[in-house]
């Protein structure tokens, strides 16, 4: 009995993050959002980089 090898292709989404590749299966993306303006908050901890407006809410953005 003989079995076939079936190829099948894989959708991914590639990121780059702290200089290493990673890809994350195109189902398991909800959507991609370009980059937008961050606004600095004085006095915050070193990990937190400010607030971004996503459709009209107040986002925090951190640096891991």
Not at 1 to 15: D, K, N
Not at 28 to 46: F, H, S
């Amino acid at each position: 009995m003989q079995t076939a090898a079936v190829a099948s292709e894989e959708q991914v989404v590639v990121l780059e993050l702290a200089g290493e590749a990673y890809g994350v299966e195109i189902g398991r993306v909800q959507e991609i959002i370009r980059m937008q303006p961050i606004t600095r908050v004085p006095n915050g901890p070193a990990f937190f980089e400010g607030v971004t407006n996503l459709r009209g809410r107040v986002i925090p953005v951190l640096d891991l």
